[in-house]
């Protein structure tokens, strides 16, 4: 686990990512404002995780 890694002068370390689907109809913003969306779930949910927004948001809609 990268939480156990702790580095000098700075201390623990974790790593939230946030990843999504690039589907037909999704724009670079979209996929951006997806993973964007999923990496705050993972922060929120205890970081230190990969949390996947869910492919059936559709093109334009705002991130849950």
Excluded: I, N, Q, W
Excluded at 44 to 53: N, P, S
């Amino acid at each position: 686990h990268l939480a156990s890694v702790t580095l000098e002068g700075v201390g623990g370390v974790t790593l939230s990512m946030g990843v999504c689907d690039l589907r037909p109809g999704h724009s670079a913003r979209d996929l951006m404002r997806l993973a964007d969306a999923a990496l705050y779930r993972a922060k929120e949910t205890g970081r230190d995780r990969v949390v996947d927004e869910p492919s059936s948001v559709s093109a334009g809609a705002p991130p849950r």
